[in-house]
């Protein structure tokens, strides 16, 4: 399922629940990208220092030691341009409208499938 879009984009993964990291590995590296990895938000910071050439950064909101707003907001101070993607778990009313003003270009609603993963990736770097 290698997607020519996609291949040899840096993508990190941030997510703390082990299970569904390794979920998003999988769907990831079939379509060709380069995978990084966080399971909390203050090494999600610490990757995205290192790596100024992220693409995509799947942000799970829930985290550890500094949740996905904030680390989001940080990575926003030198990464103004990254394309930032919510992972949660909430998809009330309001939710979208206050993780997009919250600095966060899309969100994807957990369980995460793996086609729709695919599609909100490309549409947001076609966006870009």
Same mark, same amino acid.
């Given at each position: 399922?290698?997607n ?38 203050q ?29 989001? @907001? /940080? =990575?926003? *101070? ?5 394309? #930032? !993607? ?6 009330? $009313?309001?939710? %979208? @409208? /206050? =993780?997009? *003003? ?5 969100? #994807? !609603? ?6 729709? $993963?695919?599609? %909100? ?8």
């Amino acid at each position: 399922m290698e997607n020519e879009f996609l291949k040899g984009r840096k993508v990190l993964i941030v997510e703390d629940d082990q299970s569904s990291r390794l979920y998003l590995n999988k769907i990831l590296e079939r379509t060709g990208v380069i995978l990084l990895n966080a399971s909390d938000g203050q090494e999600a910071i610490d990757v995205a220092l290192k790596n100024p050439d992220i693409d995509i950064i799947l942000m799970d909101i829930q985290l550890p030691v500094i949740d996905g707003y904030k680390s989001t @907001e /940080k =990575i926003r *101070e030198f990464m103004p341009d990254v394309i #930032i !993607i919510a992972q949660t778990a909430y998809g009330l $009313l309001g939710d %979208k @409208e /206050k =993780i997009i *003003e919250s600095g966060f270009n899309d969100y #994807i !609603i957990k369980p995460i499938l793996s086609q729709n $993963l695919i599609e %909100k990736m490309i549409s947001n770097l076609g966006k870009k």
